[in-house]
T-cell receptor, first 113, second 110 residues
Framework: DGGITQSPKYLFRKEGQNVTLSCEQN?????MYWYRQDPGQGLRLIYY???????QKGDIAEGYSVSREKKESFPLTVTSAQKNPTAFYLC????????????FGSGTQLSVL | GQQVMQIPQYQHVQEGEDFTTYCNSS?????IQWYKQRPGGHPVFLIQ?????EVKKQKRLTFQFGEAKKNSSLHITATQTTDVGTYFC??????????FGSGTQLTVLP
């Protein structure tokens, strides 16, 4: 089945710790995205990448980092600089066509211990 | 990205009643997408509207794009319990500029 796989489903972070969220897609999409969702709120863009080895900051990039070494993979690191990391993190991908609709993974819930 | 206001934030309806959510922008939009997120799930693409005044239907769902391309609406006729979830509008020029509204959380009472 084609799709986007996020892991883990739940993740806990200790104070001062960096954690990495995985996102893999086999849809052969060029573009990938990371969104943060807080309870009862919409999605806010953290980072996006349109091609391998290139990525841009979204609206709330501070405290996060990404890499795009392979087309299929776009991991997100939540660094210790992110003081309020508890949220639901969603990875998405899209073709570079006219529609540009997003396909989402099932998400990772990150909580702080 | 584009700033949009989505109303209402919450809506409770009795099964069989109609439901409408509105998305409003102060600036002209290039196009707009709609997504549905079931409780505990992830957003799923529903539709994209591009043309001024465009109306599209998907079974009981009717999507509209305003003549001035500054607002959009999603109307559900005769809601069912399967319609439960949060509906988001998302204006875009391309997905990398996609900004999501805060969503309307729909509860359908049986």
């Amino acid at each position: 089945d084609g799709g986007i796989t996020q892991s883990p489903k739940y993740l806990f972070r200790k104070e001062g710790q960096n954690v990495t969220l995985s996102c893999e897609q086999n849809l052969n999409h060029d573009a990938m995205y990371w969104y943060r969702q807080d309870p009862g709120q919409g999605l806010r863009l953290i980072y996006y990448s349109q091609i391998v080895n290139d990525f841009q900051k979204g609206d709330i990039a501070e405290g996060y980092s990404v890499s795009r070494e392979k087309k299929e993979s776009f991991p997100l690191t939540v660094t210790s600089a992110q003081k309020n990391p508890t949220a639901f993190y969603l990875c998405a991908s899209s073709e570079q066509g006219d529609t540009e609709k997003l396909f989402f993974g099932s998400g990772t819930q990150l909580s702080v211990l | 990205g584009q700033q949009v206001m989505q109303i209402p934030q919450y809506q409770h309806v009795q099964e069989g009643e109609d439901f409408t959510t509105y998305c409003n922008s102060s600036t002209t939009l290039s196009n707009i997408q709609w997504y549905k997120q079931r409780p505990g799930g992830h957003p799923v693409f529903l539709i994209q509207l591009v043309k001024s005044g465009e109306v599209k239907k998907q079974k009981r769902l009717t999507f509209q794009f305003g003549e001035a391309k500054k607002n959009s609406s999603l109307h559900i006729t005769a809601t069912q319990t399967t319609d439960v979830g949060t509906y988001f509008c998302a204006p875009s020029g391309s997905a990398r500029q996609l900004t999501f509204g805060s969503g309307t959380q729909l509860t359908v009472l049986p």
